[in-house]
């Protein structure tokens, strides 16, 4: 997807200060440094050492089995991974993707039968290669750790979200996105029978030919839409409700097609979803609700719709601050401008930044809280979003 990034990201102000917990503990911690795991073994040695901060999730211990399947080419930094604690239970099966002709491989090593489409060329592969060895849940995400897509509340961080996300919800669910934003992708983006060219998402001219090279003998969608970006987490039997022939012949079809990876691996974005729905009743919108994602997915409750809504002005307004600080910098100062006073000016907005980021971290803490209590997360979810942790 083109970086379209969302004026709301805190990454502006908050990526350069925060890495793995971007809190600090409660309490002063012990030594050695709170970066390291090795007071993470278990999910209660974890919030012994650190207290609730950020990357301790409330929805541990689970008992399910799981894979990190992601894609690495030799430009990929994937050291992240380290930040994975045991108690997830999460093996890693990255996929060494070759750049070109000569690129030397470690031994042993996963990888794809050629660099292809992007991500969904190792999605597939290992879908083919796993297919009777799968995990209860499998997750699917890209090779870096801080994007533009991941979500806001988390500091754009993989690493982050993985370690609060709600396994028990994808478990329940079979398929769910780990965005929970929906621009862009949400609420209808995809329109299959569209022939023509669209900004943004030029793959939708291709779907009415290709879906029908995916899907022989079914009827073209007249929408798909499910948050962007390919990264998402799958059920043992969703994955199991397609044969293994069926990904081996989708992967020839991304293979053999004609089509620049760009628009190839977004046809594959948009329909992930729609693949691991039950096949006698294709699923072709998959779009919970922001707050829902967050409240019953990552445990963050700001109380009310309205109240989350606010949280993601006051983050608006912050980016835009950062953007016109930025601007004013680059631009140096004005002939004849008064230097204490473009200093004075400097320091204001610099302030307004601060303490936004306060309100913000706030904010955070307290919905973290309010989505540690069970029934919180029942009265401010639907009935059909709300899930009950008894894999515990």
Not at 33 to 48: G, L, N, Q
Not at 61 to 66: A, L
Not at 70 to 77: E, F, G, I, R, S
Not at 214 to 222: H, I, K, S
Request: glycine fraction near 4%; charged fraction near 25%; hydrophobic fraction near 30%.
């Amino acid at each position: 997807m083109p970086p379209r990034r969302r004026t709301l990201s805190l990454i502006l102000f908050l990526a350069a200060t925060f890495y793995l917990f971007y809190h600090l503990p409660a309490r002063p911690p012990p030594t050695p440094s709170p970066r390291t795991t090795v007071h993470e073994e278990t999910i209660d040695e974890a919030y012994k050492y650190f207290g609730f901060t950020r990357g301790i999730s409330i929805f541990q211990p689970d008992n399910y089995t799981k894979h990190l399947v992601l894609p690495c080419t030799p430009q990929d930094d994937i050291s992240w991974l380290s930040a994975l604690p045991p108690w997830l239970k999460l093996t890693p099966k990255v996929y060494h993707v070759p750049t070109t002709s000569s690129s030397t491989l470690p031994p042993g090593a996963l990888t794809v039968p050629k660099n292809k489409g992007n991500e969904a060329m190792t999605y597939l592969t290992y879908l083919i290669n796993h297919y009777d060895t799968l995990p209860d849940l499998v997750v699917f995400t890209h090779a870096s750790n801080i994007a533009w897509h991941n979500n806001d509340m988390h500091m754009l961080s993989t690493a982050l979200m993985l370690r609060e996300l709600n396994y028990h919800r994808a478990a329940r669910l079979g398929f769910m996105n780990l965005r929970c934003h929906w621009d862009p992708g949400c609420p209808s983006w995809i329109k299959p029978h569209n022939s023509r060219y669209t900004p943004d998402k030029g793959e939708e001219m291709y779907f009415h030919r290709e879906f029908r090279k995916l899907f022989p003998g079914v009827r073209l969608p007249e929408t798909l839409a499910s948050a962007c970006c390919a990264q998402f987490v799958v059920a043992r039997d969703r994955i199991r409700g397609n044969t293994r022939e069926e990904y081996v012949q989708w992967r020839e079809w991304l293979l053999h097609t004609d089509l620049v990876d760009r628009y190839s691996g977004r046809i594959m974005e948009y329909l992930w979803h729609y693949m691991f729905s039950d096949r006698d009743n294709r699923t072709t919108t998959v779009c919970p609700s922001e707050y829902a994602c967050y409240c019953d997915g990552y445990g963050m409750c700001f109380g009310s719709e309205e109240t989350y809504r606010k949280h993601l002005a006051t983050g608006k307004d912050a980016a835009d601050i950062e953007k016109q600080l930025k601007q004013y910098v680059e631009e140096g100062p004005k002939k004849g401008e008064n230097r204490e006073d473009r200093e004075d000016i400097l320091r204001q907005m610099r302030k307004r930044i601060e303490e936004a980021q306060q309100v913000l971290m706030k904010e955070i803490d307290i919905a973290r809280e309010r989505g540690r209590d069970a029934e919180v997360r029942r009265s401010e979810v639907s009935v059909d979003e709300f899930t009950e942790m008894k894999n515990k």
